[in-house]
């Protein structure tokens, strides 16, 4: 009976292959990690919008529920979130746990925020349906993009919050590209979301962040390149 030998190309070869392998799973496992955490924080906003859309909830009451929680929930959890994917984006290591820290460090100028777009959205949302179908979609995106900008001027800049919010503004005005890219994306994930709904706590705000960041981080290279 013959015995297969691996030669030491090989076993270079399979180590690398294994250790390839261990790096996945460890970002998979802290990708899930965090987003779970920040699927927890925000539990109740889901199941006030699974109320009214699955079973007929009273839509004023979840209605004024979702403008407190939004502000005081989703905004806070999410700059949290932001926090930890921005350290991947640099390829620097941080776990899952760090997301706590970052809840912490941001929760005042996220809640600041948080009524500002609320505000904005509310505002968005209550006159939309005036508009053809094509301008809702186009201003929509680009109040995501916005949004999103904003918990990445957020994380990786110490400014006012009227300047987060400002800087934010300027770069959908000047990288449409941007705009169009990080909207569509967003589009995307929420309608495979909408499909498999399992997937939400586990792969779904990461993702967007992850890549919400990386675009706004290319930006932020170009325009400030000594930050």
């Not at 076993?11 to 460890?26: C, D, P, T, Y």
């Not at 509310?122 to 929509?140: E, N």
């Not at 169009?180 to 706590?201: N, R």
Request: with cysteine; proline share 4%.
């Amino acid at each position: 009976m013959s015995r297969y030998n691996l030669n030491g190309g090989d076993r270079m070869q399979m180590g690398g292959m294994l250790g390839s392998v261990h790096r996945v799973a460890g970002w998979l496992t802290k990708g899930a990690g965090v987003n779970l955490l920040w699927f927890l924080c925000n539990a109740p906003l889901f199941f006030i919008v699974m109320d009214i859309l699955m079973n007929g909830g009273q839509l004023e009451a979840g209605i004024g529920a979702l403008l407190v929680l939004v502000p005081l929930l989703l905004f806070p959890s999410t700059a949290a979130l932001f926090g930890v994917v921005r350290k991947w984006v640099l390829q620097e290591d941080e776990p899952a746990w760090a997301f706590f820290r970052y809840f912490k460090e941001n929760v005042w100028q996220s809640l600041t925020g948080g009524v500002f777009f609320t505000i904005v959205w509310t505002g968005w949302l209550a006159q939309s349906s005036s508009f053809p179908l094509v301008v809702f979609w186009l201003i929509s995106g680009w109040l995501s993009a916005w949004t999103l900008f904003f918990f990445a001027f957020q994380v990786h800049f110490h400014l006012k919050t009227v300047h987060i919010i400002k800087n934010a503004l300027v770069m959908t005005a000047i990288r449409p590209l941007s705009v169009f890219m990080t909207a569509g994306i967003t589009f995307t994930l929420v309608y495979i979301w909408s499909i498999y709904p399992f997937l939400l706590p586990f792969c779904s705000a990461v993702v967007l962040a992850y890549i919400s960041f990386g675009v706004f981080h290319r930006f932020s290279e170009q325009r400030f390149p000594h930050h």
